[in-house]
């Protein structure tokens, strides 16, 4: 079961590590990510940030889709974590349906983006990717913490 999809460029550290996962009394943290999926220097420092009782996986998107897709990942609560929007939507359209919650937790701040937070920057392409998901009934939301109150993308 997908607990949650949260988009941070910085993928597992202590917010999520330790904030969203227990919120959500998960009991898996999936990183799905290209880069990360075949550097193993930066699957190491992932593998420290993550909470002790915590199964942590890294794949490409494109295994992360198919693991979703065949149900073997049915059998968890799991946090799934992406680096970009684009990555959030390339999980979501891929996994037809599985996935219908977005969280915006932290992008960078880039050329040509728009302040949503004070951690969340979009680019007019990535708003347009949140707005198609949105028409599609995936509900996104802008929240750092789970403490924090969510502000839904419009």
Do not use: C
Request: avoid cysteine; charged fraction near 25%; aromatic fraction near 6%.
């Amino acid at each position: 079961m997908i607990a949650l999809l949260r988009v941070d460029h910085r993928l597992v550290h202590g917010q999520v590590a330790v904030a969203w996962f227990n919120h959500l009394n998960a009991n898996t943290i999936l990183v799905a990510n290209d880069a990360v999926a075949n550097d193993n220097f930066r699957k190491s420092a992932i593998r420290l940030a993550k909470p002790e009782n915590a199964k942590l996986v890294m794949k490409s998107l494109d295994d992360s889709i198919k693991a979703i897709n065949s149900g073997i990942t049915d059998k968890y609560k799991m946090l799934i974590v992406v680096e970009s929007v684009r990555d959030a939507e390339k999980l979501i359209v891929g996994t037809k349906g599985k996935i219908t919650e977005l969280n915006l937790g932290g992008t960078k701040v880039r050329e040509g983006t728009k302040n949503y937070s004070k951690t969340v920057n979009l680019t007019s392409e990535e708003e347009e990717m949140l707005t198609k998901l949105k028409n599609e009934s995936v509900s996104i939301f802008i929240q750092q913490v789970p403490n924090e109150e969510k502000m839904f993308f419009k």
